[in-house]
């Protein structure tokens, strides 16, 4: 997670390219603020630092996710002209993205999105979600509710943009409850419900885990990109070349030091460690 994000920013700063980076699982389990977060209020600090838990601040806003081996990880980092005319605002590129993932059906493009035949899938209130409204009574919690299937995060500069989601193939509810607060800023639609009733997992709308690999070439296409498929060490040689040649490029992504936030109080934002 820590190799991708510090990817994704060297790639948004000091390159020039369109990438979409796919990621199907972080080996390690970790915790990845938002830029400004102050991790007494998002997580438990103390079990994350009892735990040898990884956590980072990355350098986006947006929310507090635990990303594990089932987390599809997706970021888009691109120029404006890839979006055109859509400007780089986030509520309008958070709707570019819904022409990605759930596709467009008119008389000039067929309906290429990755999730185009998940019943309900949509943006609701900047989440990915799915309303789900036929479910068994012994799960009455989730009955008639809106279901956060994948989180966003963005960075925008005048001229280039990072929209990265995590979205939850599965996930470890007892992990959320052990290392995640209940957020005190949160969508209206949560309606203060725990994590494992306001989180779906993917696997219970699509039987393949694989439909994104699949599918996002095809989507991208549908919306007029040209793709040619890279790998993860000719992303890196782009994104070291780019640095190189920008030496006013910084970094914003690192470890969040939580030892030191332990000693810290409750508005602090999180202390991290140099880079070695």
Request: with cysteine.
């Amino acid at each position: 997670m820590l190799r991708q994000l510090r990817l994704e920013e060297s790639l948004f700063r000091a390159n020039a390219e369109n990438w979409a980076i796919v990621n199907d699982g972080a080996p390690r389990t970790a915790i990845v603020l938002g830029i400004s977060g102050k991790p007494h209020r998002l997580i438990d600090v103390a079990a994350a630092h009892r735990d040898d838990l990884l956590v980072i601040k990355r350098f986006s806003g947006g929310g507090t996710v635990v990303v594990d081996a089932n987390t599809q990880l997706v970021s888009l980092v691109m120029n404006a002209e890839a979006v055109a005319p859509t400007p780089l605002f986030p509520h309008p590129l958070m709707q570019w993205t819904v022409g990605l993932y759930k596709g467009m059906n008119t008389c000039e493009t067929s309906n290429a999105g990755v999730f185009r035949d998940v019943p309900n899938w949509r943006l609701h209130q900047n989440d990915y979600v799915v309303e789900v409204s036929d479910v068994p009574s012994v799960d009455e919690r989730v009955a008639k509710k809106i279901l956060k299937v994948g989180g966003n995060a963005q960075s925008i500069s005048k001229t280039r943009f990072v929209h990265h989601t995590s979205f939850l193939w599965d996930f470890d509810e007892e992990n959320m409850s052990r290392y995640l607060a209940v957020p005190e800023k949160q969508p209206a639609y949560r309606e203060n419900r725990p994590h494992g009733a306001f989180l779906a997992p993917l696997s219970r709308f699509v039987r393949d885990r694989n439909l994104m690999r699949d599918r996002l070439p095809g989507a991208l296409r549908a919306l007029g990109l040209v793709v040619e498929e890279a790998s993860v060490a000719d992303a890196e040689a782009a994104a070291r070349a780019g640095s190189s040649e920008n030496s006013n490029s910084h970094r914003s992504t690192a470890v969040v030091d939580l030892e030191k936030a332990l000693t810290m109080d409750k508005d602090a934002r999180a202390p991290t460690v140099p880079d070695g």
